[in-house]
């Protein structure tokens, strides 16, 4: 009877590894797809900015002589002067061509405004609603049970970097053990990490 008692208590165990270790590995899967999206929801949240250069010139009047008569008349010319320097969401610049209604009132006589529009620098803004799309995208994906006996999430960090715009989501996840208990092993701790970064579109 002792030898059963120790057999079946030995068996309990290694039941209880296969089945709680099992499962804390089914609830990793599932915290990792979970951070997965919401670190690319963060990330789709991106706003791509655009500066932009555009010649300008100024229009000159002077003197000018005719000459056979060489009789004075006003004539004009124009000088090349500071280009106009616009910056903005990259998509209305540049393939909604907002950058001609941004440069409009910087070209007003006398000035003009001459050409294509050149790019000066690009970069990557991720607005302040960023951590709150990440958090509810995490919480549509988080599909593991509640209640007292479920897993449930310690603390969960959205982090991010402003000037690569790439989004980190960061969580650790108890889960309460049932055969563990055992061996004193009352709940195991996972941490997982997902990041993301926008493709240049």
Known sequence: MVLAALSLTALLLFAGLALDFGRAHLLQAQLQTALDAAALAGALEVVPMV??????WVSVTETCYDPQTRKPYSCMHWESTSPVVLSGRAWDLLHLGGWR?????????????????????????????TTAVSEDAFQKNARWP???????IDNLNISYVQNTAEVTATATMTV????LKLAGI????????????PVKR
């Not at 209604?101 to 690009?122: D, I, K, L």
């Open 176 to 179: 309460p053990t049932s055969f």
């Open 51 to 56: 500066e932009l250069s555009l010649d300008r």
């Open 101 to 129: 209604s941004a440069a409009a009132p910087r070209c007003n006589w006398p000035y003009r405004c001459a050409g294509e529009p050149r790019t000066v620098r690009e970069w990557l803004v991720l607005p302040p609603t």
């Open 146 to 152: 509640a209640g007292d006996f479920g897993p449930h």
């Open 186 to 197: 009352r709940e195991l701790h996972i941490a997982r990490t997902g990041s993301a970064v």
